[in-house]
């Protein structure tokens, strides 16, 4: 264990209130291992349909080779998720705030829901972080991080990170879990139920998949993203505050068909909103622009102040076209599940002078009319 990753570690662990943590080399790492460590060939996963492209394309067609199903709900409701669990089950896997769409999950009920069959809840907390939302309050089991995002804040760094919360009863699930109730015949034939107590899920992960596929985060990489969560506070705050008012500038916009953000009171996710942030929505946000796709590509390119990037919580403000770039991999059905469509433009907003961001936003409207 490098000295500078351990201490990244036991801070974010602190931050999200869980027992112990592993950092790794990037979020998609953080979703690969928390669920290589506990899901096996002809078990299953089921999850939300509203998650980030590349973590859908992991799903849907990496595990899927490893002889690991992924049953996609309907929609994201407890029910329609419940109604794929099997005895094969190993995890349920919700994003707190989904990326790029802004919906937020009702975690506690999915967690209780989950907790009935005797399966663990998986959050990737990216959008929200534990300045918004702390998952393990709510009943959530592990909770993942792409702390390139928020948590390092500036774009220059890539990492992630697996949280354990040591709560869940995997020894009274012995069964559905043998790889943490039997001898592991890779790490010196240990029962980690046995050997570890409540930190016998989070010792798996560091002593099976990243000991054996090696997906460390680079120590500098870790320092770098230590810097970052020094003001991550003070960002959220901001970024709050800011995509609040960019929403509501949108919101009346005529050229703006229609805007997902969960602070706006029109937003099917705004009650979650207020139970589970204060009212808080992070800066992530998707709008439709008047013109579908050709508006869509006169106004990015029109885009001044805002970056066209594909990373999100960067302290600078940043826009993405979805459909062409995190989740070009998709087919037409895959884009329909994950709430993408071709006139959507996503914004994460960053913490310049609302001023500046509004005027660059009018500009680039503006330009596509």
Known sequence: MNPTNAVLESRVSEMEGGVAALAVSAGSAAVNYAILAIAEQGNN??????????????????FA????EARFAEDESPTSLEALIDDKTSAVFCESIANPVGAFMDIQAIADMAHAHGVPLIVDNTVATPMLIRPFEFGADIVV??????????GNSLGGIVLDSGKFPWADNAKRFPMLNQPEPSYHNMVYTEAMGELAYIARVRTVPLRNTGSALSPFNAFLILQGIETLALRMERHCENAQAVAEYLEKHPMVTWVKYAGLPSSPSYTLAQKYSGGQASGLMAFGIKGGMEAGEIFYDALKIFKRLVNIGDAKSLAAHPASTTHRQLDGAELEASGVTPDMIRLCVGIEHIDDIVEDLEQALEAAQ
């Not at 996963?45 to 990496?62: A, D, R, W």
């Not at 080779?65 to 690991?68: D, V």
């Not at 991080?145 to 948590?151: F, I, R």
């Open 65 to 68: 080779r490893l002889g690991i």
């Open 145 to 154: 991080h792409s702390l390139t995002k928020y948590m390092g804040g500036h």
């Open 45 to 62: 996963i089921v999850s939300t349909p509203q998650i980030y492209g590349g973590t859908f394309t992991l799903f849907n067609h990496m």
